[in-house]
């Protein structure tokens, strides 16, 4: 499209401002890691390293760090087992029922955290009578995070012929070995993909978490007790930083892995 | 791959001989696939989904304060009744419109400038540069906030020297975070959206003599529009039932504040849980209104 000067301008001031309005708040946050004072003012009085050295000693948050890991790693690999098999069924098999099967997965993340939370709240410790704590936090992230692998894995599935493996059976090798041999490989980026989106899901998760999660604290639980606590408000500062970290990592990764091959690097 | 000798089928280890079984039986395959995936939803989530809907029917007695578990509709009944209530569902309901509204405005130009403006290169950078905020921590970026509209914090620190005061923690604060929060899930559904758009369609416009604004106004608007509705569908419905921002950056009560009070502090679960029902109830109409405007196939 033939676009004025000033049309093209405007685009770009917008394209500007859009990324600056997105990644303010997480420079701020960055700066104000380095704050050499406990009082949280602009302009700052000064710098220090010293709040990552007692953030990284920080009994509490480094126990909510473990919490977290465990959670998020259970809840994937959860969620990369339940979430393969429904993109397998939905992918290469007709059934009745097929499209609910999308609508099923896709739900728990559809509904507000809160319903989620709740009722799965309700459902241990009123009907089942379990204990809140770290197992129950990774039933109901394993229950949101499903979604992610499925809708990676299912994306993969249909971009692979089938006739691939029809070739591998008619060659002679049995369902494993199709698997192993012919799926598997092709399969592993959107796998990848799927479990560090998961992951990143998992570890970011407040509101479910709240619910499910009793006396065993992960880190956004830990933040947000914390934000009420003006002393620790530097530490939270530092704790934030490595929190965009880690989570920003995989999604960069898992973006990387996904993205088409053929059209990347490819003038226009 | 050699073939096996059939006369040497007692020595296949169990895997094989369980591939064998599979071999040829697509419902087998198909239950052996399912049961796990539809297992755990069905119990674990449906389940628990039902266990609340049931417990909305329950009702807290009023003197000992422990749940009566026999069937009523008290619970809906007072919040039908309650006029603070109506005003909660109207206010966040209202805040969510006004949070789809303002990001849909802000995604589009950026969404152009990335579908028809800018190279294939910095088309990949600018998808990335969006995604990463949108998987940053959700609780930090609301702290990062705090730390920005704070009185004494970075906003009125820079609008000080203009006579300017930033709006401070409030219900204009929780509009901005919200759609703050949001706009990635915005942009990626437009700039999709846009991007299939044939560019032809455009230069036919133009070539017909229509200006840059009247192409946008009459050719892209009513394309893009059910990719905006599928974006919608995101901004909307994490508005409608958040209650961490708005107890983070103001005083104010949203419907989450109210069911997570009604849990917590006041331990009415059965309130809760029926006041819970009206997102729910909400977004399933949205959904069903954002299927017929086509938004599904945009997502």
Redesign the interface.
């Known amino acids: ?4 000067f000033g ?2 301008l ?3 001031v ?2 500007a401002l ?2 600056v ?6 420079i ?2 960055g700066i ?1 890691a380095f704050n050499a004072s406990r ?5 700052l009085d000064g710098l220090t390293l010293d709040w990552f050295d007692k953030a990284l000693h920080n009994p509490g948050a480094r126990h909510a760090l473990t919490t977290s890991l465990q959670a998020g790693l259970a809840a994937t690999a ?1 969620a990369l ?3 393969t ?2 993109a ?2 939905v992918a290469r ?1 007709r ?1 009745f029922g097929r499209e609910s ?1 999308s609508f ?2 896709i ?2 993340l ?7 939370g ?6 241990f410790t ?2 089942l009578g379990v204990n809140l704590g770290l197992a129950t936090v990774v ?1 109901g992230h ?2 949101f995070c ?1 979604v992610v692998v499925y809708n990676n894995v299912i994306a993969r599935l249909r971009r692979v012929s089938p006739s691939l493996e029809e070739a591998s059976a008619d ?7 199709t698997f192993w041999f012919v799926l598997f490989p092709q399969m592993r980026s959107a796998l990848v993909a799927g479990g560090l ?1 998961a992951f ?1 899901l998992s570890f ?1 998760e ?2 479910v978490t709240t ?1 499910t999660a009793g006396s065993d604290q992960t880190l ?1 639980l830990w ?2 007790e914390n ?1 009420s606590r003006p002393n620790q408000l530097p530490i ?1 500062n530092v704790v ?2 490595l ?2 970290a880690l ?2 990592i ?3 990764v898992a ?1 990387r892995l996904t ?1 088409d091959p053929a ?6 | ?1 050699a ?1 096996e000798p059939a006369t040497a089928p007692a020595r296949r280890s169990v ?2 001989r369980l ?2 079984l ?2 040829g039986r ?1 419902r087998v ?2 239950a052996l ?2 049961s ?3 297992g ?3 119990v ?6 039902a ?2 809907f049931v ?1 909305a029917f329950w009702r807290l007695d009023d003197f000992s304060g422990t749940i009566v578990h026999s069937w009523s509709t008290t619970n809906f009944q007072t919040l039908w009744d309650g006029q603070v209530y109506r005003t909660i569902v109207g206010r966040t309901v209202g805040i969510a419109a006004l949070v789809t509204i303002t990001d849909a405005v ?2 589009f ?2 969404a ?3 579908a ?2 800018a ?3 910095t088309r ?1 950078m ?16 609301v ?6 509209l ?1 009185e ?3 906003l009125n ?1 820079a609008l000080g020297p203009l006579g300017l005061k930033g709006p401070g923690f409030g219900v204009v604060a929780t509009w901005l975070v919200f759609s ?1 929060l949001w ?2 899930y915005m ?1 990626l559904p437009v700039y999709a959206g846009l991007e299939r758009i044939p ?1 032809s369609l ?2 036919a416009s ?1 070539d017909l003599g229509a200006r ?1 604004w009247r ?1 946008v106004r009459t050719v892209v608007f009513p394309l893009v529009f059910p990719a905006v509705v599928a974006g919608s ?1 995101f901004t909307f ?2 508005t ?5 921002t708005p107890q ?1 950056v103001s005083n104010t009560q949203f419907i ?1 504040n109210v ?2 009070a009604n ?1 917590g502090v006041a331990n009415n ?1 059965p309130l ?2 029926a006041f ?1 029902t009206v ?2 109830v909400v ?1 399933v109409a949205y ?1 069903l209104v954002a299927r017929r405007l086509g938004a599904f196939e945009q997502l």
Request: charged share 10%.
């Open positions: 499209m033939q676009l004025s049309t093209r405007f685009l770009r917008s394209t859009t990324l309005f997105l990644y303010l708040p997480l701020v946050i104000y009082v949280q003012r602009w302009p959860i087992l339940l979430g098999l429904a397998f069924a098999y059934f099967v099923l997965v739900l728990p559809a509904l507000p955290g809160i319903v989620t709740m009722a799965l709240n309700s459902s009123q009907v039933v394993a229950t499903i060659l002679g090798a049995h369902t494993w070995q989106l990143a970011d407040v509101i619910f956004p933040i947000l934000l939270v934030g930083v929190v965009i989570s920003a995989p999604v960069y973006q993205a059209a990347a690097g490819t003038p226009r | 791959m073939v895997g094989r591939a064998d599979l071999h697509s395959q198909l696939l399912l796990g995936p539809l755990w939803l069905l674990a989530y449906l389940g628990s989904l266990v609340l417990a802000i995604a130009p950026i152009f400038y990335m028809k403006v190279s294939r290169r990949g600018l998808i990335v540069a969006i995604l990463m905020p949108l998987w940053a921590s959700y609780l930090v970026k702290y990062a906030w705090r730390q920005i704070n004494e914090g970075i620190w703050y706009l990635p942009i560019n455009l230069d133009g840059p192409t569908i419905s994490l409608l039932g958040d209650y961490i983070l989450g069911v997570y849990v679960l809760a849980a819970a997102p729910v977004m959904l």
